[in-house]
Structure formats: C-alpha cells, structure tokens
C-alpha cells in the first residue's frame, strides 16, 4: 500500500466553471453555483494503488468515490452480474468491501471474514471468531459487522463480542486478538475498524444498555493498546490515566452531580464514524448518545453532557484533545453523531477550507472546520423537523422547540426526525466532480414518551433508554398505520455542501435504504430496502439501471479494477434496525427477506441468481385470550422494555427475527416459559430474561403477544 499523500487541488470558482465544460461529455452544470468551491481530489487523503479500493472510504477522506469510469452513465445498462457468493449467515450485512492485490475482503454478520480472488470469486480464506450467540441479547440493532481494514500484510476486524483481531491477509489465520471491552457488561463492537499510521483504531457500541463510550488505538504490529480517549467523565472526577485526562474536567462540568448516568456511564459510544485526517494528523470521530435517552433521568435535566452527540478531534499520535463540536447539547432522542464523517476540502465564501461533511440523526447538514472545529453552516437536508426550527448561526446550536423535551410533560412527542435518524450509519458519498454529497435519508419520526423519575430503575438486561415504549406502540388502527406509513419514507438525497442546498432526489419505498457510491463514470450506486440495487446519473439523479437483489441492501458499494476491467461489489442482506424493532417496512409489504450474499458486476456480466422461492405467508391463528386487561397490560410494560428491540414495534417483526404473533408456543405456557425464562434457546441468542422477569411476568409476556395477535387478526379480517 502507499501511504503517501498527494497534495489535493484547490479550485476558483471561475476555474471550476471553466473545467466542468471539458471534464467528459456528458456531464452538464446544473446551475450557475453548483461547481463553485469543487476540489479536484481524487488524490486527496490517503492514496491508494490504481484500481484497489484499500480504505474503507476508497480514499482517507472517506469520500466513497471512485475514480474509475470504465462504467458510466451512458453504458452503464450493459451491467450485470460478474460473479455472487452466498454467505452463511442469515442476519443483517452491512460491510463495504476492500480490495488489495487482486483479493477482496470482507466482513460479514457475527464478525466473520472471508477473501475472495476479486476476479473470479473463488474463495480464498474464511475466518470465523465464533462469537457466542448470546451476545446477541447485548445488541441493539442485529448482528452486523461494517467493515474490516487492511495494512501491513494484516486484516483487522472488530467481534461483536469485544475483541479486536488481527489475521494474516494471505491465509486468514489469526495473528493476535486483543479484548478491547469489559465483556461482562453491555458492550459489543459491530463498527468498521479504521487504521492510522502503524495503529488500528475501533470503538464499540452499547449506550442503550448502559456503558461508557471510548475509542481506543492499538499497535498493528502488537496489539498493544496505545492510547484511549473516553468520550463522558468519570463521575467522581478522578483521572483514567487516559488520553482523554487533560480534558476530563472540563466535560465533568457538563454533567449534573446526581442522575442516571453516574451508575450508568453516561454512553457516549463511538460505534462508527471513524476518520484520520493525515493531514492535520488527526483521529476525527463521532460519539453516540447518552444513557438514558432521557435527559431528566440521565443528568436531571442539566448541562451539555459532553462530549455525547459531538465531533471530536484527537492526536492520532497520542490521543490528546484537539477540538470538539457538539451537534446536539444535552441531547435526549438518541440523536448520535456517529454517522459517516466526510472530508473535502472546498472553497467556501472565495477561501479555501479544510472542512468535514457531516448528516448526523438530528436533521442537519454540517460543514465544520477540521482544523479547529469551527462551526461554518448547518442546514435542515430532511423535509419533516419538529424538535428544532434550525442552527445559531454563529455557534451552530440547535434552536429547539421547547415541546420536543418530552420529559416535562406527560403526553408523548413525536419528534420529526427520530431515533432511526434523518441518516443513519449507511454511508454517505461525495463527488469532486460534481461537487455534491449523496446521502441516504430516512423521513421518519419517533414518539417519545417519558419514564417519570419515581418509577424509574435500570435493570440488568434489556434497553435501559428511560422510554415508555408500551405507551407509543403502535396501534391497531388501520387510519393510524396508514398515516405512519404515508410519513415515513426515504429518500438518495444529492446535496450542494457549498452553496447549501438540495440539488436532486431520488424517492424510495421506504427508510433504511443502502449507503452510496458515487464514480467518475457519473454514477451514483445505491441499494433500497425493498431489494433493488441501481444506479442514478450522478449530475441530475435520472435512474439508468436497476437489478433485484432478492433482499434488502443495506451497505455501500465499492468499485475496483483488476486488468483494466471495473467491477462494482455490494453486500445485501436485510438487518439491522429495520428488521428488528421498528415493524414498520411490515406494515408497507411484508417482512423483506434476508438473503446474505456478496453481488459483484461488470459491463456484460453473465452470472445469473437462482430463482426465488417464495416464501409461504403465515396466517395469524392465535390461541384464545384468556388473561384479563391488567395482565395483558402488565404484559405490554415488559415486552416494551425488553421485546421488542428484537421482536419489533407491537411484536410486529421486521422480517430477521421471529414473528411471536405466529408463534407455536403461544399456546403453551410451559414452553414459553421453558424458553424466556429458562433460556431454552440460549445458544440461538434467546437467553434467559429471568433476572427481570418472574415466571408470572414472563406468562403476561405471552398473553399480551396472544392480544396482539387477535387484534391484527380482527384488522385483516376488516380489509
């Protein structure tokens, strides 16, 4: 790999102008200031050799574009399948893929690895780190993996379960493992593994359960750890013997004396969002939301709580504090700031700018100074926001509806966007020929409804958010499922970071669509929950090419080249979130199948998927409902709070877990008891909820299922 640098080129306005009318044929302006401000970058940040795609962004300013224009916008309808591999796995995929020296690598669901001859498919190596299945119960949102690294001869990759390891790139043997959390609490690693010089750097995730955020850098060579930055103060103020020291006391002084979030750890996770400027010698990266989500329990309603919800830089040589921006202070909704970090470097108001490009959860687009952090705009790139009427626009601090704290009142808030984030973890791309950011948008909303402080107590399993989920779920109410429905969309948003403003969109389904790539070709990649994979004009979003993928696809293409001939590489394999506690995508059409496989094209390819076998729809055949309105209610408190993140919204599932409704033993309540209670299934990821449920709870568990059953059963009868 070359780990040398090229100098990025700045760009006039009037210079961009004049270049945009010979840069290919094809490729039109838009507007009189779409261009002002374009970097000609594809060398910018860390370059690597001709065709690969070596980083996990392609290139170090994680831009997610490829030079490579073998494929284009105007032969692009030639594409077809080169070659596909099935993965064993049936859970969410999420990986990019990298490609160095003729292999491509890539991580799969429960953190496996595999290599692949990048030209013909053939499998090289697998590796499998045999994570326990009851780690599953410790994860939010399914068993994903986003990606590994490569350097040094080393594949790196993070487990669910904690640990970082290394493998040998040519025979994927292991070489070292490290474990990078206190595995007898709530952390898990399902984020993409990032390398800096001779380091490897992961965080974790785990904020809803209760655990304190950090991001941490290891020797390649060793596994030594060499410094740890954490993201939320130790409550008693006293020093981690941590990078993160120095500044330790200046976050204690956001943070309340009392709350949750002194037994809790505050969260904070830094799950994604991982960049190293090598520039500025910088680790710039994204920190999680707090524990609880509530604010009133978390901290009693007081200070910013840093650094949750914030872009912060470090050293990269020792893990010293750099600068800090925080998105959204004193944040409540799980608004995370761990969504993918974007560099460029753009010419903003005539003056060149070191800047990074960031759509986090709360709805706003941000250019930030990397240098120094300094805020230079924030715009609303999501058409529905309720909590906040828009950004300082000196400071960037959101101006917030005073209604959106939904701890101070007793009804529920439905906050526009919600938890699920006007942009999640997919990947975002950014083109410098055209000048815009492609992101993946979710128009969703969340309602919120407060735990009051008197009934409030964490417990040792299950999501520890201080939300009352019974009181929000969804009801069985055709007129109300439609309007849900009708307001949750999602969308490839084309956005002009420079002169601020939407430029195209392409409108999807549904939320929860893949992360983008966008090429020299002026293409942009993209694939849909609903199970297409196409591809848009990068320069006005017309649609020229699409392929069933016969799953959802969830992560972010790449492009590489091998013999001058160019490939385009996803993973699909529907996950995630999506599939696991929001049902929503259920109540559009149907769960969507996961079907894990790796989908690799080329102009004239010929490879063809075998022929889907539909999958026979179960009819809602619930046994009676015998328990009386308290039980089921006390039935619905405990699904909520520990159900439903895997067996979805009103136990309605999103298609990767089982559907209760339909459930067998229903009917049986020494089997459900053998199972939630006894752990029956535990080597499955069914562990035992005995610790927070009695077996006479774990019974209202069931009854409460049975009702719900009953009632969408008497809703399809109405149709």
């Not at 910018?44 to 980083?55: F, M, N, V, Y």
């Not at 790139?169 to 493992?177: D, P, Q």
């Not at 460029?344 to 709805?363: S, W, Y």
Request: net charge neutral; glycine share 10%.
């Amino acid at each position: 790999m070359n780990n040398e640098s090229k100098a990025p080129v700045q760009v006039s306005a009037s210079r961009a102008m004049s270049a945009a009318r010979v840069v290919r044929t094809g490729v039109a302006l838009l507007g009189s200031g779409l261009l002002v401000g374009l970097l000609v970058a594809c060398g910018a940040g860390k370059s690597t050799p001709s065709g690969e795609w070596a980083l996990k962004g392609q290139n170090g300013y994680e831009q997610y574009f490829s030079p490579l224009k073998e494929i284009n916008a105007d032969n692009v309808a030639r594409l077809g399948l080169a070659w596909h591999a099935d993965l064993d796995t049936a859970r969410g995929q999420e990986a990019t893929p990298l490609m160095v020296d003729g292999v491509l690598y890539v991580s799969t669901a429960w953190s496996m690895v595999k290599a692949f001859d990048a030209t013909t498919g053939k499998p090289l190596w697998s590796y499998d780190p045999k994570v326990p299945r009851e780690v599953l119960a410790k994860v939010c949102c399914d068993a994903v993996n986003r990606g590994v690294a490569v350097a040094g001869g080393r594949v790196f990759v993070g487990t669910l379960d904690g640990r970082l390891v290394a493998l040998d790139a040519k025979t994927g043997k292991e070489v070292w493992s490290e474990v990078t959390v206190d595995q007898s609490g709530y952390y898990t690693i399902t984020g993409a593994v990032r390398v800096a010089k001779d380091m490897v750097l992961i965080g974790n995730s785990g904020a809803e359960f209760g655990v304190r955020g950090y991001l941490s850098a290891y020797d390649q060579a060793t596994g030594k750890m060499r410094w740890r930055f954490y993201t939320v103060p130790r409550p008693d103020g006293k020093p981690d013997g941590a990078a993160s020291d120095p500044v330790m006391a200046k976050a204690r002084a956001t943070w309340s004396d009392g709350g949750d979030w002194v037994k809790s750890g505050g969260g904070g996770t830094v799950w994604d969002a991982i960049v190293y400027d090598e520039a500025q010698n910088l680790v710039i990266f994204g920190v999680g939301n707090g524990n609880p989500w509530n604010y009133l329990l978390r901290s009693e309603g007081k200070g910013d709580n840093l650094f949750l919800s914030s872009v912060v830089a470090v050293n990269a040589d020792t893990g010293a504090y750099a600068w800090h921006f925080q998105e959204t202070p004193g944040e409540t909704w799980d608004f995370t700031a761990t969504q993918p970090i974007t560099l460029a470097d753009l010419t903003i108001d005539g003056k060149p700018r070191k800047v990074l490009l960031h759509a986090p959860k709360n709805g706003f687009f941000y250019v930030i100074d990397r240098t120094n952090g300094e805020f230079i705009s924030g715009d609303k790139f999501v058409d529905h926001m309720n909590w906040a009427t828009g950004v300082d626009p000196k400071t960037g601090r959101p101006i917030e509806n005073p209604e959106a704290r939904y701890y101070k009142s007793d009804v529920p808030f439905v906050a526009m966007p919600g938890a699920v984030g006007a942009h999640s973890w997919q990947p975002q791309s950014f083109s410098p020929e055209t000048g815009l950011i492609y992101i993946p948008v979710n128009d969703a909303g969340f309602p919120y409804a407060a735990v009051a402080p008197k009934d409030w107590e964490a417990k040792p399993r299950g999501m520890n958010v201080g939300v009352d989920m019974a009181k929000t779920a969804m009801p069985a109410i055709k007129e109300v499922r439609a309007g849900a429905m009708a307001n949750t969309k999602g969308y490839l948003l084309a956005w002009d970071p420079v002169n601020r403003k939407e430029v195209w969109r392409a409108q999807h389904a549904g939320p929860s669509n893949g992360g983008t790539l966008a090429t020299a070709g002026n293409l942009v990649f993209q694939g849909t929950a609903a199970g297409k994979f196409k591809a848009f004009r990068a320069t006005d979003g017309k649609e020229v090419w699409a392929q069933d993928a016969q799953t959802g696809v969830l992560a972010a293409p790449m492009s590489y080249a091998i013999n001058g001939k160019q490939y385009v590489a996803v993973l699909a394999g529907w996950g995630g979130v999506w599939a696991v506690a929001p049902g929503i995508l259920s109540y559009t059409s149907g769960p969507v199948k996961n079907v894990s496989r790796l989908l690799v094209y080329a102009l004239d390819g010929k490879d063809a998927l075998p022929a889907v076998v539909p999958e026979k729809e179960l009819p809602l055949d619930p046994p009676p409902l015998t328990a009386d309105k308290a039980t089921v209610a006390e039935g619905a408190g405990l699904f909520s709070r520990y159900c439903n993140a895997c067996h979805g919204d009103a136990a309605i599932s999103g298609g990767i877990n089982p559907d209760l409704r339909h459930s067998a033993t229903l009917a049986s309540a020494e089997a459900w008891k053998a199972i939630v209670h006894d752990g029956a299934l535990r080597e499955k990821g069914m562990v035992s909820f005995s610790n927070v449920a009695d077996a006479k709870g774990v019974d209202s568990i069931r009854h409460y299922v049975i009702a719900r059953a009953h009632e969408d059963l008497a809703l399809e009868q109405a149709k």
